[in-house]
């Protein structure tokens, strides 16, 4: 994995991060297809105060905005109220810096050892998340999701199960479509190896299923259940889905924030190794008709989780995989 040796590497990576970082702060910042900051701020006061605009869901997210909250009652205190855009950038940035750090982590744990495909991979994530602004916030439970699942796709990949329950507990603290995080434990081994598929798994899947509906009904029992409108009134999910289909902007924004990458995935799809593969299976068809049926898909930064968790990686994947494979079946004359 070394650009030059492996003291100057891990500073090369920081550098290259860092940047990647701060372009998306930059864009998330400035771009006038996102909420204006005025607004974003009257919204986090508003969630504090128990009184969402969007009640449900956004009422029962609970941790990106106490996290927010804390950081900025601190930086009140050390910049005496100046600058009330601040704490939010330097929130935003610390997600940014961490979804590339465990980004990195990841794809070395599904055996990615082109640092040149890292990288490109990376930066792929790098644009893919910068350009899905539209009609959007800061949304750091978006970015947070992002984290949760990739941290849970790490200790998996790490054999440290037991991870995921707490993990589970944060993630439903934070935002609703966590729920598929359990259930990443035992599907690999389900369209693999059952035989490996022990008791212990099971028990952890469970544990956290618990959590997870513990977290669930206990905010809504402590803020009230509200019925979940969106805009325009809409409330079911047949609306939504008109909506979605019938509003010609969603479809560049998706494919702008996309790309072509989910293609790769399922025209490769036989070929992955089966975490990628079963989490696929597990996730990204859910994940698609939930968020037709109830959000508005226009704002393609929902679709960021299956982006930075499957199809990115997948390509990459693919990609050291055909390599692979051609330079092993390659004659000796071509290969000099």
């Given at each position: 994995?070394n ?6 590497d ?13 372009y ?8 006038c ?7 974003q ?5 508003n969630?504090i105060?128990?009184n969402?605009?969007?009640y449900?869901?956004?009422?029962y ?16 205190k ?10 939010y950038?330097?929130f935003?940035f610390?997600?940014?810096m961490l ?12 055996n ?10 990376l ?10 602004v539209?009609?959007s ?8 999701d992002i984290?949760f ?11 440290k199960?037991?991870?995921i329950?707490?993990i ?11 729920g ?8 690999p ?16 899947t469970?544990a956290?299923?618990?959590?997870f509906?513990i977290?669930?009904?206990?905010i809504r ?5 509200q ?17 979605n289909?019938?509003f010609?902007?969603?479809y560049p924004q998706?494919?702008?924030t ?12 036989r070929r ?23 959000s508005?898909?226009?704002e393609?930064r ?6 930075a ?5 997948a390509m990459?994947?693919l990609i050291e ?16």
């Open positions: 994995m650009f030059v040796n492996p003291r100057l891990k500073w090369i990576w920081f550098f290259f991060f860092l940047l990647m970082s701060l998306i702060l930059y864009e998330h910042a400035t771009s297809l996102a909420i204006d900051h005025a607004t701020f009257t919204r986090h006061k969630i105060a128990g969402s605009e969007f449900n869901p956004w009422q997210r609970i941790l990106s905005p106490y996290i927010l909250e804390s950081l900025i009652q601190l930086f009140n050390v910049l005496s109220g100046k600058y009330e855009i601040l704490p950038l330097f935003k610390i997600q940014n979804i590339f750090y465990i980004s990195f982590y990841y794809y070395k744990l599904l990615i050892k082109n640092p040149i495909l890292i990288f490109t991979g930066m792929l994530l790098c644009y893919t998340i910068s350009n899905s539209f009609q916030d800061f949304s750091f439970n978006t970015y947070f984290i699942y990739l941290l849970a796709a790490c200790v998996i990949l790490n054999g199960f037991y991870w329950i707490p589970t507990f944060f993630a439903a603290l934070n935002r609703e479509t966590s598929f995080i359990p259930f990443m434990v035992v599907v081994f389900l369209f693999a190896n059952k035989e490996l598929l022990t008791k212990e798994k099971w028990i952890i469970a956290s299923l618990a959590v509906a977290v669930f009904v206990s029992l402590y803020f009230g259940f019925e979940a409108e969106g805009i325009h009134g809409m409330r079911s999910p047949f609306a939504y889905l008109k909506f289909l019938t010609f902007r969603m998706l494919f702008g996309l790309g072509l990458i989910p293609f790769i995935t399922v025209f490769g799809f992955l190794p089966t975490p990628l593969k079963s989490w696929c299976l597990l996730i990204v068809p859910f994940w698609l008709v939930i968020h037709m049926v109830k508005t898909a226009m393609s929902l679709f960021l989780v299956p982006q968790l499957i199809f990115i990686p990459l994947w995989d055909f390599y692979k494979r051609y330079s092993l079946t390659a004659d000796p004359v071509r290969k000099e």
